[in-house]
């Protein structure tokens, strides 16, 4: 009985979960965790598991956000994304989408971290089953 139970400690590290997304847990390694210090001090890791598009997903908090960062099967850092309320888009970024998009409703922003470019994901809808997402830098260019 106490192999049965030693076993059982010590397989509970390896054991993974799943989630009705068919996602899986896991504990990121030691590169994820480093990339994670480096680029955001302080964060505090809340979750972590693999996307069905293979992707590492590590929900951390960090200034006060709570930020999904992406890695792909080599521990790579692929993008992070985090939500955004209107009141927090820089103003370039409100007038071009005013002027390019007037009749529609903003949905829902997401801030996306890449590293060669980094901008704002916003779900536009006008209230008719017309909805689509529209990609702007902080500096108010339409990406497309």
Not at 4 to 22: F, G, Q, T, W
Not at 85 to 101: D, H, K, R
């Amino acid at each position: 009985m106490k192999k049965l139970v030693l076993l059982i400690m010590l397989s509970l590290p390896v054991l993974v979960a799943c989630d009705e997304d068919d996602s899986v847990k896991t504990a990121p390694n030691n590169a994820v965790m480093e990339f994670i210090e480096r680029r955001y001090p302080g964060a505090t890791l809340r979750a972590s598991e693999y996307e069905k598009n293979g992707l590492l997903e590590i929900e951390i908090l960090h200034d006060g956000k709570v930020k999904d960062v992406y890695f792909d099967s080599q521990s790579r850092w692929v993008y992070t994304s985090w939500d955004v309320s209107g009141t927090e888009l820089p103003q370039p970024v409100y007038s071009a989408i005013a002027e390019a998009y007037h009749g529609y409703r903003v949905d829902s922003i997401d801030f996306i971290e890449r590293e060669t470019i980094s901008y704002y994901s916003i779900e536009l809808d006008r209230g008719d089953e017309t909805e689509f997402v529209v990609n702007v830098t902080p500096e108010g260019e339409i990406l497309n």
